[in-house]
Structure formats: structure tokens, C-alpha cells
């Protein structure tokens, strides 16, 4: 199986975005060039596993989070990022998520995806 590493830069920049990092700050953390970590994240480069596990380590989250679009043992990894998700949400968004996610389900479901 290839890495899809459109989804691992994705990922990533959807990460440091949501941690307020800058590019700058999370090469610096890294080790690595600012022009390092934008090319990874437009899947212009490909990432070493070093520089991985070092990122990972400085997003806070681990490796299969980022890879989870890559790996066949993703489950975990989707169901850690839907409690991240829903950890600011009031009682009332929880309730309409539910209920969303509950509609595409049975949707997806019916159209046997």
C-alpha cells in the first residue's frame, strides 16, 4: 500500500493550525527547515521517518493519527479524532453532531458504501 501523503500533509497542517504553530515553529521544533514542513504539507516532499516521529511528537499526537489515511488500522485513529473533535462542543452541538452523524450513517448504510 502507498502513503497518502496528500492526507499525511493535510493532517499535519490541519494539526499545527489547531495548536496556533506556525510552519517556522514546528520546523524549529523539529530540527528541520520552514520549506520542509510546507513541503510536506503540500505533499511536495516526502517525509523521513525521523522527521515523522518528530513531528508527531511535537503536534502531541502519535504517529498512526497521522497516518491513519495509510494505515489498515485506522479505526482507533478516526475515533480518537472524533473525541478530539467533540471535546469543546456545548451539550447542544453534541446533540445535532450526534444526530447528524446518526443520518449519514443510516445513509451510507442504505446506499451499502
Do not use: W
Request: aromatic fraction near 2%; charged fraction near 30%; charge should be neutral.
Amino acid at each position: 500500500m502507498e502513503l497518502d501523503y496528500q492526507a499525511l500533509g493535510a493532517r499535519i497542517r490541519e494539526l499545527r493550525k489547531s495548536r496556533g504553530m506556525t510552519q517556522s515553529r514546528l520546523a524549529e521544533l523539529v530540527g528541520i527547515e520552514p520549506s520542509n514542513i510546507s513541503h510536506i504539507e503540500r505533499a511536495v516532499s516526502k517525509v523521513g521517518l525521523a522527521t515523522l516521529v518528530g513531528i508527531a511528537n511535537n503536534l502531541g499526537c502519535s504517529v498512526d493519527d497521522l497516518l491513519c489515511d495509510s494505515i489498515q488500522c485506522e479505526r482507533e485513529a478516526f475515533e480518537n479524532q472524533l473525541v478530539e473533535l467533540s471535546k469543546d462542543c456545548s451539550p447542544k452541538e453534541l446533540r445535532l453532531l450526534t444526530d447528524l452523524v446518526r443520518a449519514m450513517k443510516d445513509s451510507m448504510r442504505k446506499r451499502s458504501y
